[in-house]
Structure formats: structure tokens, C-alpha cells
């Protein structure tokens, strides 16, 4: 059996991808594809985590954990999704982007020492992802959130790269919140290890999300009339429909905290393109891409 840890991040999918592969756990289960209800594994795995102080569990615990998230008595791949992984939306960026996400990672890692797992994580814009998880967060001002941190040196690479370090034989798996709607199939298969035979239900959801109704039927009208041959013509078609009826005030992300210049945002976004490109050339690391 192999573990597949989403980790999210907070404010990319907002759990869509989850929800999706629940929608279709009967054609997922047929290829031994496990994807257990959240509530069975999240405050369970972090009990655990936290009673075992980083060390790594016994075949007893493990059996026990396992048997309490699964009813299944065999599997070849488990989906485990919490955004919570990595740490809370109150402390997503202090001293970095989720600068204790790795060792976190790790104590989880400890509760399953002896099977084989895999990270998956969606990244986003630090000039977009930080306003995000500010609202999503409660109880602290931004001075509290920010804890002094400038938002244009704000790295995903670091967290990748502590993944690497604490965690080295687990690959990663990476795509840009930006790309999401483009590359939604092709993400879906990569965390659920799905066969090219399977069809999931319900994988228009994220782009409905951002598209006009009208946009929408008239792109399924499109796609059934002339089927993509593969997944760079799907890409196509999504973005041309998306260029014509995308809804502004959710592909429009409006920018506004306090002391924030123009200047920043641009030089924030200059730093994340950069960063994606570090991450591409990461060993270990498979990056997905439009």
C-alpha cells in the first residue's frame, strides 16, 4: 500500500479535490483506491502524531490506526487530504510559509514508518495566498499574522526543500493554484493514481466555480461534439472558454492590505514566478504543468 499525503494549501482548492474523489470512491475502490470520509483520519492522525513525540509507531498502533480509518482489508493506494497538514491558517507564514510544515509532515509520517508515501501540494501567488489566508484566519491583526515577516520574501521552495530534507525518500508532487482549472483532470490523477479506464464524476466543479452558467454549457456542447484527444487540447478549450467567460469577480483577485504598494505586489510576483522555477529544477519534485 502506498499513503498519499494532499497537503493542500489552505485557500487553493478549498477541499475540491477532496470532495471529488469521495463523489467517486465506488470506481476508485474497484482499482483499490481507499479515499476514507476526513472525519475518520484528521484528529485521529494528529492525536496519534502528538502522542508519539516523533517516534515512530508499532506495528500494533499501526494496525490500529489503519483498521479505525479503513474497513477495507486490503488497499493499494490511501488518500489522506487536510490542508491543516502543514500547520493552521494562523500560522501559515510566520517565519516563512509554513516554516514548521516539514517536521509536522515528518510526526505524521512517523504514524505509517513502514509504508511508502508520496506529498502532493498546490502553491499559490504569496501576493494573493497571504490576503487569502488572513481572512480565512481569526483572532490575530496582520501585524500578529505577519509576526514581521515582508511578504515579497516569502519562499515555497523553503518548504519544498525542508520536505526534501526531513522526509527524503517521499516524492513530491506541485502545481500552481493558478493552473488549477486548467490542469483539474490531470491533478485528480495524480493524487488518486487512477487508471486512464476510470471517468470521474463531477470534474467540471472547479471551473464552474469560475465560469458564467451560459460559458459553461456552451463548453460541455463544445467538448462532446468535439471530444479533446488529450489533455493539452482539454487545456485549450478550458482556457479559451475561460477567456470569454470567466466571472471577473472570481478570476479578478483584488489586492488590499494594509501598506501594500503596487510595487510590492509586482515584486512579490516577480519572487514567485522565480520560485516556481526553483522548484521545477528540485530533485524529487514532479511538477505539473499547463
Same mark, same amino acid.
Given at each position: 500500500?502506498?499513503?498519499?499525503?494532499?497537503?493542500? &494549501? *489552505?485557500?487553493?482548492?478549498?477541499?475540491?479535490?477532496?470532495?471529488?474523489?469521495?463523489?467517486?470512491?465506488?470506481?476508485? &475502490?474497484?482499482? !483499490?483506491?481507499?479515499?476514507?470520509?476526513?472525519?475518520?483520519?484528521?484528529?485521529?492522525?494528529?492525536?496519534?502524531?502528538?502522542?508519539?513525540?516523533?517516534?515512530? %509507531?508499532?506495528?500494533?498502533?499501526?494496525?490500529?490506526?489503519?483498521?479505525?480509518?479503513?474497513?477495507?482489508?486490503?488497499?493499494?493506494?490511501?488518500?489522506? /487530504?487536510?490542508?491543516? =497538514?502543514?500547520?493552521?491558517?494562523? !500560522? +501559515?507564514?510566520?517565519?516563512?510559509i509554513y516554516s /514548521?510544515?516539514?517536521?509536522? $509532515?515528518?510526526?505524521?509520517?512517523?504514524?505509517?514508518?513502514?509504508?511508502?508515501?508520496? =506529498? *502532493?501540494?498546490?502553491?499559490?501567488?504569496? %501576493?494573493?495566498?497571504?490576503? &487569502?489566508?488572513?481572512?480565512?484566519?481569526?483572532?490575530?491583526?496582520?501585524?500578529? =499574522?505577519?509576526?514581521?515577516?515582508?511578504?515579497?520574501?516569502?519562499? #515555497?521552495?523553503?518548504?519544498?526543500? %525542508?520536505?526534501? &530534507?526531513?522526509?527524503?525518500?517521499?516524492?513530491?508532487?506541485? #502545481?500552481?493554484?493558478?493552473?488549477?482549472?486548467?490542469? #483539474?483532470?490531470?491533478?485528480?490523477? %495524480?493524487?488518486?493514481?487512477? /487508471? @486512464? +479506464?476510470?471517468?470521474?464524476?463531477?470534474?467540471?466543479?472547479?471551473?464552474?466555480?469560475?465560469? @458564467?452558467?451560459?460559458?459553461?454549457?456552451?463548453? +460541455?456542447?463544445?467538448?462532446?461534439?468535439?471530444?479533446?484527444?488529450?489533455?493539452?487540447?482539454?487545456?485549450?478549450?478550458?482556457?479559451? =472558454?475561460?477567456d470569454k467567460f470567466?466571472?471577473?469577480?472570481?478570476?479578478?483577485?483584488?489586492?488590499?492590505?494594509?501598506? #501594500?504598494?503596487?510595487?510590492?505586489?509586482?515584486r512579490t510576483t516577480? +519572487?514567485?514566478?522565480?520560485?516556481? @522555477?526553483?522548484? $521545477?529544477? $528540485?530533485?524529487?519534485?514532479?511538477?505539473?504543468?499547463?
Amino acid at each position: 500500500m502506498r499513503i498519499v499525503y494532499h497537503l493542500g &494549501a *489552505h485557500c487553493t482548492d478549498e477541499e475540491r479535490l477532496l470532495r471529488c474523489l469521495l463523489k467517486n470512491r465506488g470506481a476508485l &475502490a474497484a482499482e !483499490g483506491i481507499i479515499v476514507p470520509g476526513p472525519a475518520k483520519y484528521r484528529t485521529l492522525l494528529r492525536d496519534t502524531a502528538m502522542a508519539l513525540k516523533g517516534q515512530p %509507531a508499532t506495528q500494533d498502533t499501526q494496525a490500529l490506526v489503519l483498521d479505525q480509518i479503513m474497513s477495507e482489508s486490503e488497499a493499494n493506494r490511501l488518500i489522506l /487530504s487536510w490542508d491543516n =497538514f502543514l500547520g493552521y491558517a494562523q !500560522g +501559515a507564514v510566520r517565519n516563512g510559509i509554513y516554516s /514548521s510544515g516539514a517536521e509536522r $509532515m515528518f510526526a505524521f509520517c512517523q504514524v505509517f514508518p513502514g509504508i511508502e508515501a508520496e =506529498f *502532493h501540494l498546490a502553491i499559490r501567488n504569496p %501576493a494573493t495566498f497571504v490576503p &487569502a489566508v488572513f481572512q480565512k484566519q481569526s483572532g490575530r491583526s496582520y501585524h500578529e =499574522f505577519m509576526d514581521g515577516v515582508q511578504v515579497d520574501s516569502l519562499r #515555497w521552495s523553503t518548504l519544498i526543500a %525542508a520536505l526534501r &530534507a526531513t522526509n527524503p525518500d517521499m516524492p513530491v508532487t506541485v #502545481w500552481c493554484d493558478e493552473d488549477t482549472p486548467l490542469l #483539474w483532470p490531470e491533478v485528480l490523477q %495524480a493524487v488518486s493514481g487512477h /487508471s @486512464s +479506464a476510470i471517468t470521474l464524476a463531477d470534474t467540471d466543479d472547479l471551473v464552474a466555480s469560475i465560469m @458564467s452558467a451560459d460559458g459553461l454549457q456552451r463548453m +460541455a456542447s463544445y467538448m462532446e461534439s468535439h471530444p479533446p484527444q488529450n489533455p493539452a487540447q482539454r487545456r485549450r478549450v478550458v482556457s479559451a =472558454f475561460l477567456d470569454k467567460f470567466a466571472l471577473p469577480e472570481q478570476v479578478d483577485y483584488l489586492i488590499d492590505m494594509e501598506g #501594500w504598494s503596487e510595487d510590492l505586489i509586482d515584486r512579490t510576483t516577480q +519572487a514567485y514566478d522565480q520560485d516556481v @522555477s526553483r522548484i $521545477m529544477a $528540485m530533485d524529487g519534485v514532479t511538477f505539473l504543468t499547463p
